[in-house]
C-alpha cells in the first residue's frame, strides 16, 4: 500500500480549494471531453450530446474527444434534432461507429432510448426524477437506467449504463451529472439543470481520484465500487456540503499531475502527519 496523509479537515478543505482554484478555468476543457458538450449554446443539444460524450469516456482523452466529435458530425451538428426526428436512412449512418466495445449498434440504442425518454419522461433529467425529486443518487441512476431501456433493445447495450444497485461506481454517468448540474461559474461545467442540486451529485470515481482520495486519508475502501463513491463523497460533503464534487476537479487534475506533489504539500502543513498504511 501507499502512503496516506492524517491531516485536519481545514488544512484539507485549503489544499483542495487551491486546487480547485488552479485547476477550474477555461483551460481545464482543452484537453476534456465537457469541451464538446460545451460547444452547443443550446440546452438540448448539449445534454445530448453531453450523455454520448460520457458515455464513451474510457480510454485516452485525445481518443474519446475525436469520437465524440465524430459523433457530432454523424448527426449533423444537431444531436437533439437527430435523436428526435433522424429518418431509419439517417440512422443507418451510425452503424460503422465504434469506439472501443461500443459500436453501432449501441449507438441506435442510444438514440432510441434518448428519444424515448424526451417523449415519454419529459427528458434526460427528468428521468432521473420520481415526483419531481432525485432521492438517493444511487436509486436514481438505475432508475433513469430502467426508463432508458424500456423500448426494445439488445442485452449488450445495457452494460452501457451503469448500475450502483449491482455495485458499479457508475463514474461516466456521475461525470455526466456533474457537467449537467455543477454551475457555469468558471467555465468548466455547463449547469443546464436546476431540478437536481450539486449537493446531490455523487463524485465520478477514477483511477486519479480515487489514489489522491486515498493519500489524503479522503477513502480508506481500496474497492472503486459504489461504496466507495458514497465513502469519498460523504467526506468531500464534511468539507463543502453544498457542492462536494467541485472537489472532483480538484482530484482528478491532481492526480494527473506528479502525485507526489500532493503527498509531499499536504505533509509540509503544520500537523500534518505521514503514516505507513
Not at 33 to 42: K, L, M, T
Not at 148 to 152: A, K, L, V
Given at each position: 500500500m501507499g502512503r496516506r496523509t492524517s491531516t485536519s479537515p481545514k488544512e484539507l478543505t485549503e489544499l483542495l480549494d487551491a486546487a480547485y482554484e488552479r485547476l477550474a478555468a477555461p483551460a481545464f476543457i482543452a484537453n476534456d471531453?465537457?469541451?464538446?458538450?460545451?460547444?452547443?449554446?443550446?440546452r438540448e443539444d448539449a445534454e445530448v450530446i453531453g450523455l454520448l460524450t460520457a458515455t464513451i469516456a474510457w480510454?485516452?482523452?485525445?481518443?474519446?474527444?475525436?469520437?465524440?466529435?465524430?459523433l457530432v458530425h454523424l448527426m449533423d451538428g444537431a444531436p437533439h434534432d437527430f435523436v428526435l426526428h433522424a429518418s431509419p436512412v439517417e440512422l443507418k449512418r451510425l452503424?460503422?461507429?465504434?469506439?472501443?466495445t461500443f459500436n453501432g449498434i449501441d449507438l441506435r440504442h442510444f438514440v432510441r432510448g434518448l428519444r424515448h425518454l424526451y417523449a415519454e419522461h419529459g427528458g434526460i433529467e427528468p428521468a432521473f426524477l420520481e415526483d419531481g425529486r432525485v432521492g438517493d443518487m444511487g436509486t436514481a441512476i438505475a432508475r433513469f437506467k430502467h426508463r432508458?431501456?424500456?423500448?426494445?433493445h439488445q442485452p449488450r447495450t445495457r452494460k452501457h449504463v451503469a448500475d450502483p444497485s449491482k455495485g458499479s461506481n457508475a463514474k461516466r454517468i456521475n461525470m455526466y451529472l456533474r457537467w449537467m448540474v455543477r454551475p457555469d461559474d468558471r467555465g468548466v461545467d455547463l449547469g443546464l439543470w436546476k431540478r437536481i442540486t450539486p449537493a446531490e451529485l455523487m463524485v465520478p470515481l477514477d483511477v486519479h481520484t480515487?489514489?489522491?482520495a486515498r493519500e489524503l486519508g479522503l477513502l480508506v475502501r481500496a474497492q472503486d465500487d459504489w461504496k466507495s463513491?458514497?465513502?469519498?463523497?460523504?467526506?468531500?460533503?464534511?468539507?463543502?456540503?453544498?457542492?462536494?464534487?467541485?472537489?472532483?476537479?480538484?482530484?482528478?487534475?491532481?492526480?494527473?499531475?506528479?502525485?507526489?506533489?500532493t503527498r509531499r504539500a499536504v505533509r509540509s502543513r503544520p500537523?500534518?502527519?505521514?503514516?505507513?498504511?
Open positions: 471531453p465537457i469541451q464538446v458538450p460545451r460547444s452547443f449554446p443550446v480510454g485516452q482523452r485525445r481518443t474519446i474527444i475525436a469520437n465524440a466529435w465524430k452503424d460503422g461507429f465504434v469506439h472501443r432508458f431501456f424500456e423500448p426494445r480515487g489514489r489522491v463513491v458514497v465513502e469519498l463523497t460523504e467526506n468531500l460533503r464534511k468539507l463543502d456540503p453544498l457542492d462536494p464534487v467541485k472537489y472532483d476537479i480538484a482530484l482528478f487534475g491532481l492526480g494527473v499531475e506528479d502525485h507526489s506533489n500537523g500534518a502527519v505521514a503514516r505507513r498504511k
